[in-house]
């Protein structure tokens, strides 16, 4: 049997579904009973509650022989970064206490490291405490969303504009659909435990002229790709709304691509196929 977290979230979602039609027992976890229904109707088990509950997730990992879990943003704590250690934490010692043979989990590109790199620390200490929590561990350390393009989705419909963070709108990335992310999951899920190890996950690449370019194309009208400098980062954030933590900690994680001291460096790399006009013809859908 599989336990999997995040089934309400892109990824998720896809792992457990993958897990179902290959016709595997799957015991999915949500935080409310409404969105647990639509599990339930396709044969999956439902658990009934949160990742940073430790005592409830060794409950619902009994019998596990793979989990999926992810680290969830809890952006309304008052300390982000020690809200992110102790969950990490939880979810080790539970994964300790069920004895979880194998753990499969959504990392970032970065989580090597544990300074430097905003709200991917939490990813550093996930991996770290699952090293040693005697599971094996599969930690996908996937790129830059394609889905991240949501995220300019109302100034861009709105304001005919696409924010950068960037240092340069020409530069390419490799961007990763999500559901290439499941499906790598799931797989390594349905391979089951072999050794621990990082595997870098990226997919095609784009710019932000090119992303801005599809979303407009796609939104039938020209964008204005919006460059802000590093050091209007914070203020920007801000007055979008974020918590001055949180502003500040994706500012330290723009630095750090920019720097390129975040950069892949796992124990091997797989590519996605998924295309962003997919994702974006998806999400206006």
Do not use: C
């Amino acid at each position: 049997m599989f336990v999997v977290a995040g089934v309400s979230g892109h990824v998720g979602s896809v792992v457990a579904s993958k897990l179902l039609e290959a016709g595997r027992s799957v015991r999915v976890i949500v935080r409310d009973a409404e969105k647990g229904k639509p599990w339930a109707a396709r044969g999956a088990e439902v658990a009934i509650g949160n990742l940073d509950d430790r005592a409830f997730l060794e409950t619902a990992l009994k019998g596990a022989e793979g989990f999926f879990t992810l680290l969830p943003p809890n952006f309304a704590v008052a300390d982000f970064y020690a809200w992110q250690r102790d969950t990490a934490q939880g979810i080790a010692d539970a994964v300790a206490a069920a004895g979880v043979a194998h753990t499969v989990i959504l990392s970032s590109v970065g989580a090597d490291l544990n300074e430097g790199n905003g709200p991917i620390k939490g990813l550093f200490h996930l991996e770290q405490s699952l090293l040693k929590s005697g599971t094996t561990l599969t930690a996908i350390r996937a790129g830059y969303f394609q889905e991240n393009v949501g995220n300019s989705l109302t100034p861009a419909q709105a304001a005919g504009i696409f924010p950068n963070f960037a240092p340069s709108a020409d530069y390419p990335m490799p961007m990763i659909a999500t559901r290439d992310i499941g499906a790598l999951a799931a797989e390594e899920l349905l391979a089951g435990p072999r050794t621990s190890e990082t595997v870098d996950l990226h997919g095609p690449a784009y710019s932000i002229n090119d992303v801005a370019g599809k979303l407009g194309a796609a939104l039938g009208k020209s964008l204005h790709v919006l460059n802000i400098p590093a050091d209007q980062h914070v203020a920007t954030l801000l007055q979008a709304g974020m918590p001055p933590q949180i502003a500040e900690s994706f500012a330290e994680m723009y630095a750090g691509f920019a720097s390129g001291r975040i950069s892949p460096r796992g124990d091997r790399m797989v590519h996605g196929t998924t295309e962003l006009d997919e994702v974006i013809q998806s999400m206006l859908a």
